[in-house]
């Protein structure tokens, strides 16, 4: 069973920065497709970023773009999100999901990712 664990996650300031962590357990790191989400109090579960093997491949929402950078470290099992420029709306609960490199298509729809973590809270304070 494929089992992720999320961290890094805090309160900053507005304009700050921050690196979530996204640990990998259970199944062959290489094999699955790793994203990142984010849900904030009310509203939908929204898609910030996909890795979908060697780091090379990479999709960000358009909330995000510009201002994130996913990647894995193949050694440590782990993806990381990577974001600047933080906003009061970037406030949510983030998780990292995964699924195998093998589905194809649908990479920003939660629903096709079959693995998840429990969550890491970022609040950004204006």
């Known amino acids: 069973q494929v089992q992720l664990v999320e961290s890094g996650g805090g309160l900053v300031q507005a304009g700050g920065s921050l690196r979530l962590s996204c640990v990998v357990s259970?199944?062959?790191?290489?094999?699955?497709?790793v994203a990142w989400f984010r849900q904030a109090p009310g509203k939908e579960r929204e898609f910030v970023a996909v890795?979908?093997?060697?780091?090379?491949?990479?999709y960000y929402g358009d909330s995000v773009k510009g201002r994130s950078t996913i990647s894995r470290d193949n050694a440590l099992n782990t993806v990381y999100l990577s974001m600047s420029s933080l906003k009061p709306e970037d406030t949510a609960v983030y998780y990292c999901?995964?699924?195998?490199?093998?589905?194809?298509?649908?990479?920003?729809?939660?629903?096709?990712?079959?693995?998840w973590g429990q969550g890491t809270q970022v609040t950004v304070s204006s």
């Open positions: 890795s979908r093997w060697s780091g090379d491949s990479t």
């Open positions: 999901a995964a699924r195998p490199i093998r589905y194809s298509g649908g990479y920003s729809h939660g629903k096709t990712y079959d693995f």
């Open positions: 259970g199944g062959t790191f290489g094999a699955y497709a």
